[in-house]
């Protein structure tokens, strides 16, 4: 069966220091990947994505998160953090097995340190 | 902003009363989505609609049930709402130039008691 692990619950940076949450995925063909982040009591925010090509992808607020294959991973990072990353990070993979049906992980909840 | 509109934001119900919960999406949009959050399970699929009339299971659906009569609605109904149904509700649709990217509304948190 497909899913998405990511395996830290909880992380503590300072603000300035660099950033790296994980992801790996089960899925046998190369799926759609998804990076998102939710505030408190808010939704949740399309950080990147990727599909295809190149496995480096650039997303917003400063966010990249690299696509191995080798690994079945698609981490996160992002080399400063700011106070205001201090929120909910989900990993997602979509399209599964040619449906519109998406997984989400259970999330990584960043603190950040002043 | 993918134009989703979930109502109610918030609601408090008791035990065995239905609760409705509706998804209303300006875009036209083809496919939709109910997920359910709780601590510890990140999101979960509760019903998903790939057209009016349309839909289809996902990994959490019993005790919920769907309807999407207009591409702009969708409905989710708790039929007699149980304590273990008290979570976040976020509707979604798939979007952007690929269709394949998923967009999620505010949120709506139902709490019963």
Known sequence: AQSVTQPDIHITVSEGASLELRCNYSYGATPYLFWYVQSPGQGLQLLLKYFSGDTLVQGIKGFEAEFKRSQSSFNLRKPSVHWSDAAEYFCAVGAISGTYKYIFGTGTRLKVLA | ?113
Request: hydrophobic share 25%.
């Open chain 2, 1 to 113: 902003d993918a134009g989703i509109t979930q109502s109610p934001r918030h609601k408090v119900t008791e035990t065995g009363t239905p609760v409705t919960l509706r998804c209303h999406q300006t875009e036209n949009h083809r496919y939709m989505y109910w997920y359910r959050q709780d601590p510890g399970h990140g999101l979960r699929l509760i019903h998903y609609s790939y057209g009016v009339k349309d839909t289809d299971k996902g990994e959490v659906s019993d005790g919920y049930s769907v309807s999407r009569s207009k591409t702009e609605d969708f409905l989710l109904t708790l039929e007699s709402a149980t304590s273990s149904q008290t979570s976040v509700y976020f509707c979604a649709i798939s979007a952007g130039a690929d269709g394949n990217t998923i967009y999620f509304g505010e949120g709506s948190w139902l709490t019963v008691v």
